[in-house]
């Protein structure tokens, strides 16, 4: 089974343009959830969808929004970057909602930089 | 709320030595807890869980980690490890809200 990819794996950008990540989770996986990882603020969640709708939310500001399509595919948009936005982005599934105890599996990663 | 501390930020060790990485949980309800590595410029990788039954769980790997309520500790333990066993490596549990949430991580570095 392949593993959960993440497009693309680095990306460059320029304050105050906005962002799109992808990530496809592995077939069968339901739940998609999104985390930034920062050497400073270590992994934080941002949410979480399955079935297409968002079932948890951490605490970003709007600017970081999401939506996951019927094929479970999930993209995860930035709007107006800012410098603290520079991150490794990471996308996990799981079979069930992430809420429960199934295991999330991870992709490689978006590495995004913003000058 | 509940939280994951990882005590030590790094640890340095010599190839085919013990190691022990170690994490605290606060929780005032059941646990779910979860050791996950990730090496250099990669995502993350689940080393082994806690949900329930046997407090000793054996992962991958080689690790292991011991779930203890008393002490809310879970750390983690090789008793060799390897080179290839340099990463970070992060400790988690599942909060009331069905959010994972992570320690701060610990870098092992193995040298030869």
């Known amino acids: 089974k392949a593993g959960v990819t993440q497009t693309p794996r680095y990306l460059i950008k320029t304050r105050g343009q906005q962002v799109t990540l992808s990530c496809s989770p592995i077939?069968?996986?339901?739940?998609v959830s999104w985390y930034q990882q920062t050497p400073g603020q270590g992994l934080q969640f941002l949410f979480e969808?399955?079935?297409?709708?968002?079932?948890n939310k951490g605490n970003f500001p709007g600017r970081f929004s999401g939506r996951q399509f019927s094929n479970s595919r999930s993209e995860m948009n930035v709007s107006t970057l800012e410098l603290g936005d520079s991150a490794l982005y990471l996308c996990a599934s799981s079979l069930d909602s992430a809420g429960s105890t199934d295991t999330q599996y991870f992709g490689p990663g978006t590495r995004l930089t913003v000058l | 709320a509940q939280s994951v501390t990882q005590l030590d930020s790094q640890v340095p060790v010599f190839e085919e030595a013990p190691v022990e990485l170690r994490c605290n949980y606060s929780s005032s309800v059941s646990v779910y807890l979860f050791w996950y590595v990730q090496y250099p410029n990669q995502g993350l990788q689940l080393l082994l869980k806690y949900l329930s039954g046997s407090t000793l769980v054996k992962g991958i790997n080689g690790f292991e980690a011991e779930f203890n309520k008393s002490q809310t500790s879970f750390h983690l333990r090789k008793p060799s490890v390897h080179i290839s066993d340099t990463a970070e490596y992060f400790c988690a549990v599942i909060n009331q809200g069905g959010k994972l949430i992570f320690g701060q991580g610990t870098e092992l570095s193995v040298k030869p």
């Open positions: 077939s069968g996986h339901r739940s």
């Open positions: 969808y399955f079935s297409e709708t968002q079932r």
